[in-house]
């Protein structure tokens, strides 16, 4: 059986509560990320699961799941934020702050840490999944897969983890709320955006729960929507001619969005025919030799994380330079290097970031998952993998100076939903989209069957989350302002970017 577990709200290991089958007979341990395949087990129907599911809400009503209220032993959030910059680059720390209280958004985006802290002590199913860890809307987007295709999916994974399914869920609708907020949405409207969210997250789960495994593996959304029309009127949704317009625009975006338009923007010819990359500080800052050596040293290690086809590939590639690269908002002050390499010539560029990997905001949460080694380049590396249908085929893991890193493609053929511009339709139909895209990435490594189980046919408990949302909504401003009074008063340092 399957040991299903609450997680702790303190750094002590969750305790066991309940036991379910939820398709599996014959213990094993959900903490691991790959287990050994046993051709033997028994499994139940996904009618059975479902019904699992269901029986999960004695023990935690779906109703449950609306109340928010800050624990009395809740840590400040400034001091939580504060301690998150810990192991960061110091010159890089007034940067992040300056972002984080540039909007109640931006601070949401980059204080998981805060979050996952308030998460853990709200209530959960018990159901286990692998987790994004940090499924804000913002971190929906568009990529290019390995057939040069553009599809849409979940795109960072720097938090994930193993935990509960309703954390994932919980982030992305107390995004969707404070994005609606900054929108200008009303509290009905932001209140209909989240309800959305949850009904695309759950008729995906519903549509999913009696797929092939195989099926449901290879899942993909295209951002050219005509070619999802099948999908999306099976799930019961039109899509707005508004909605249809700004992806357009975003797929041409993605579409020029290449590593030979890149290196134009951040590269220059020198005069010995080399190239080297254009300093733009704070963002983008030229390395000491000493550091630039190692970060290309680590390639070596890089390279053999990959699949062997794509080592022969690679060694066709030569770097010509390196540079630190400042990217987001909760990653500002991580270790982030710009790699770019040459193959066939002037005209084969290829960007690689390899980044600083740290433990996921949720670990304290949690049990710790045993991914084999102790390297966080993997832990991110490996979950991608496991929630992405067609990912990066040049994810690997690398050290540097004892620090793990993981490595992907920069900016090839990716872009962002413009959150900001979206209201109505289209930003009703894109909460919806970011539902129903974490439905199908948490049905590749869970029992979305028990998922919709407990979830269930009704409004209950999308009614609970849209509470939830309006609730952690009106936290996350209270937490904001918390930080840009404690910056006002210079217990915090902030640089802020001009507009």
Same mark, same amino acid.
């Given at each position: 059986?399957?040991?299903?577990?609450?997680?702790?709200?303190?750094?002590?290991?969750?305790?066991?509560?309940?036991?379910?089958?939820?398709?599996?007979?014959?213990?094993?341990?959900?903490?691991?990320?790959?287990?050994?395949?046993?051709?033997?087990?028994?499994?139940?129907?996904?009618?059975?699961?479902?019904?699992?599911?269901?029986?999960?809400?004695?023990?935690?009503?779906?109703?449950?799941?609306?109340?928010?209220?800050?624990?009395?032993?809740?840590?400040?959030?400034?001091?939580?934020?504060?301690?998150?910059?810990? #192991?960061?680059?110091?010159? &890089?720390?007034?940067?992040?702050?300056?972002?984080?209280?540039?909007?109640?958004?931006?601070?949401?985006?980059?204080?998981?840490?805060?979050?996952?802290?308030?998460?853990?002590?709200?209530?959960?199913?018990?159901? !286990?999944?692998?987790?994004?860890?940090?499924?804000?809307?913002?971190?929906?987007? &568009?990529?290019?897969?390995? !057939?040069?295709?553009?599809?849409?999916?979940?795109?960072?994974?720097?938090?994930?983890?193993?935990?509960?399914?309703?954390?994932?869920?919980? %982030?992305?609708?107390?995004?969707?709320?404070?994005?609606?907020?900054?929108?200008?949405?009303?509290?009905?409207?932001?209140?209909?955006?989240?309800?959305?969210?949850?009904?695309?997250?759950?008729?995906?789960?519903?549509?999913?729960?009696?797929?092939?495994?195989?099926?449901?593996?290879?899942?993909?959304?295209?951002?050219?929507?005509?070619?999802?029309?099948?999908?999306?009127?099976?799930?019961?949704?039109?899509?707005?001619?508004?909605?249809?317009?700004?992806?357009?625009?975003?797929?041409?975006?993605?579409?020029?969005? %290449?590593?030979?338009?890149?290196?134009?923007?951040?590269?220059?010819?020198?005069?010995?025919?080399?190239?080297?990359?254009?300093?733009?500080?704070?963002?983008?800052?030229?390395?000491?030799?000493?550091?630039? !050596?190692?970060?290309?040293?680590?390639?070596?290690?890089?390279?053999?994380?990959?699949?062997?086809?794509?080592?022969?590939? &690679?060694?066709?590639?030569?770097?010509?330079?390196?540079?630190?690269?400042?990217?987001?908002?909760?990653?500002?002050?991580?270790?982030?290097?710009?790699?770019?390499?040459?193959?066939?010539?002037?005209?084969?560029?290829?960007?690689?970031?390899?980044?600083?990997?740290?433990?996921?905001?949720?670990?304290?949460?949690?049990?710790?998952?045993?991914?084999?080694?102790?390297?966080? #380049?993997?832990?991110?590396?490996?979950?991608?993998?496991?929630? !992405?249908?067609?990912?990066?085929?040049?994810?690997?893991?690398?050290?540097?100076?004892?620090?793990?890193?993981?490595?992907?493609?920069?900016?090839?053929?990716?872009?962002?939903?413009?959150?900001?511009?979206?209201?109505?339709?289209?930003?009703?139909?894109?909460?919806?989209?970011?539902?129903?895209?974490?439905?199908?990435?948490?049905? %590749?490594?869970?029992?979305?069957?028990?998922?919709?189980?407990?979830?269930?046919?009704?409004?209950?408990?999308?009614?609970?989350?849209?509470?939830?949302?309006?609730?952690?909504?009106?936290?996350?401003?209270?937490?904001?302002?918390?930080?840009?009074?404690?910056?006002?008063?210079?217990?915090?340092?902030?640089?802020?970017?001009?507009?």
């Amino acid at each position: 059986m399957i040991i299903v577990t609450k997680p702790t709200m303190s750094n002590e290991p969750p305790t066991e509560t309940h036991t379910t089958s939820c398709g599996l007979n014959g213990e094993r341990d959900f903490w691991q990320t790959t287990t050994p395949f046993d051709p033997k087990q028994t499994l139940d129907s996904w009618q059975t699961r479902y019904e699992q599911g269901k029986a999960l809400r004695v023990q935690t009503p779906r109703e449950s799941h609306a109340a928010w209220s800050p624990a009395a032993n809740r840590t400040d959030p400034v001091a939580t934020v504060l301690a998150s910059n810990a #192991g960061r680059e110091g010159s &890089l720390v007034p940067l992040r702050m300056g972002r984080m209280a540039s909007s109640p958004f931006a601070f949401l985006r980059g204080a998981a840490a805060v979050m996952a802290g308030d998460l853990a002590h709200t209530p959960v199913s018990g159901l !286990q999944v692998h987790i994004d860890g940090d499924a804000h809307i913002n971190n929906f987007g &568009l990529y290019g897969t390995p !057939q040069r295709d553009v599809v849409i999916d979940i795109n960072d994974f720097d938090e994930a983890t193993v935990g509960p399914w309703e954390w994932d869920l919980k %982030r992305l609708v107390a995004s969707v709320n404070v994005a609606g907020r900054e929108n200008g949405l009303s509290a009905k409207e932001r209140g209909t955006a989240v309800m959305r969210c949850v009904a695309g997250y759950l008729m995906n789960a519903r549509r999913l729960r009696k797929l092939g495994i195989l099926e449901t593996w290879s899942l993909f959304a295209y951002a050219e929507l005509d070619r999802n029309a099948a999908a999306l009127t099976m799930l019961g949704m039109k899509v707005d001619n508004k909605f249809r317009a700004i992806v357009g625009k975003v797929l041409k975006k993605a579409l020029r969005t %290449r590593n030979d338009t890149l290196l134009a923007k951040v590269a220059q010819r020198q005069q010995d025919g080399g190239w080297r990359f254009a300093e733009a500080p704070p963002i983008l800052t030229s390395l000491d030799e000493s550091t630039k !050596q190692k970060v290309i040293a680590s390639l070596v290690g890089y390279a053999e994380t990959l699949p062997p086809e794509l080592r022969f590939m &690679l060694q066709r590639y030569a770097v010509a330079d390196v540079c630190h690269r400042v990217v987001g908002v909760g990653s500002v002050g991580m270790r982030a290097y710009l790699v770019l390499l040459f193959g066939n010539g002037d005209n084969d560029p290829l960007f690689l970031q390899v980044k600083e990997a740290a433990p996921p905001a949720l670990a304290p949460y949690l049990p710790p998952a045993d991914f084999r080694i102790d390297h966080e #380049g993997r832990r991110v590396i490996t979950l991608a993998r496991c929630m !992405q249908s067609l990912g990066d085929p040049l994810l690997g893991y690398t050290t540097i100076d004892g620090r793990p890193f993981f490595v992907r493609q920069m900016k090839n053929l990716k872009a962002s939903m413009p959150i900001e511009f979206l209201t109505g339709e289209p930003f009703e139909f894109w909460s919806w989209a970011c539902g129903a895209l974490l439905a199908r990435t948490h049905a %590749r490594t869970g029992d979305i069957a028990c998922i919709a189980g407990y979830i269930g046919s009704s409004d209950t408990f999308a009614n609970a989350l849209t509470g939830f949302a309006e609730a952690y909504g009106d936290q996350t401003e209270h937490d904001h302002a918390a930080l840009v009074a404690a910056i006002s008063t210079g217990r915090v340092e902030a640089l802020h970017e001009e507009s």
